[in-house]
């Protein structure tokens, strides 16, 4: 059986809780600036998600609730490419002020992982200075550099659900599924990383994905937790820990790979 030697991470959802009051007011933002009257509400956005990718996002919104839209003096792509670009500023002021914290038990986990010589990567749909500005807002400002590989956006061909994604961070690390954990908040996530191999995947629950399908995931909790806020296993078994450590991670990944011969 292989060892487990990295733990692929989420972002959106996982890492923090971005999409709500994150990414959803700067796509508001930037639709204001641009003179538009577009609003997103938390229940339209939560439908809009079914979409990965914030520039693949506003095409879906368009297609479904302004089909007459036409952009002024561009073609739409280029529109959207402009607006989305706005959209990122907004997002990144807003990950500069702090707006938005690491979730629980987030930081824990990378410092024991990264301190037992584990390695860590990340795999997400979202733009990289999204990610960038996420991490260094954090209480560890040298988090970015904690990462041996950031696979982030716009440099696979297909976004989640499919697998891409996943798939270039495996090559990055230049390690098989069977060494690595995936750690995801959402069906398109938990698709893209089942989808690229990674058996061993932990999801833990966001906003917008509580009441979505994990049948294929080793384990669901509700978050990571932390000493004295514990997780709760909504399926799979957290082994008789109170939150999510590396010890829970390599037993995730021992009772997935120890009968599958790989
Ligand atoms: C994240 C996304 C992204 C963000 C917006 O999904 O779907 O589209 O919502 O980011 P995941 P951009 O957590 O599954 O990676 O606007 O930068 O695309
Ligand atoms: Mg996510």
Not at 199 to 218: R, V
């Amino acid at each position: 059986m292989a060892q487990l030697q990295a733990i692929i991470f989420d972002v959106d959802g996982t890492l923090a809780d971005t999409e709500r009051d994150g990414h959803r007011p700067a796509f508001n933002a930037a639709f204001a600036d641009a003179g538009l009257d577009w609003h997103w509400s938390v229940e339209l956005y939560g439908d809009l998600l079914r979409v990965t990718g914030g520039k693949e996002r506003i095409a879906e919104y368009l297609r479904l609730y302004r089909p007459d839209f036409v952009a002024p003096e561009q073609p739409l792509d280029a529109y959207i490419r402009g607006l989305h670009r706005r959209k990122t500023e907004h997002y990144v002021a807003m990950m500069r002020e702090g707006r938005i914290p690491l979730r629980p038990g987030v930081l824990r986990l990378l410092r024991e992982a990264r301190d037992a010589g584990i390695r860590l990567a990340i795999a997400t749909t979202t733009t990289p200075e999204n990610v960038t500005a996420l991490l260094s807002s954090s209480a560890e400002p040298g988090l970015a550099g904690w990462f041996d590989v950031i696979a982030a956006g716009d440099v696979v061909p297909n976004k989640k659900p499919a697998p891409d994604i996943f798939e270039l961070a495996l090559a990055q690390l230049a390690l098989p599924p069977a060494a690595c954990v995936a750690v995801e908040d959402s069906d398109n996530g938990a698709r893209s990383a089942l989808g690229a191999g990674l058996g061993a995947l932990l999801i833990t629950l966001s906003s917008y994905t509580a009441a979505q399908d994990f049948s294929g995931a080793a384990l669901v909790v509700d978050q990571l937790g932390e000493p004295g806020q514990p997780a709760t296993a909504v399926s799979g078994s957290l082994h008789g820990a109170d939150f999510v450590d590396l010890g829970v991670l390599r037993a995730l990944h021992r009772q997935v790979y120890a009968s599958s011969g790989q």
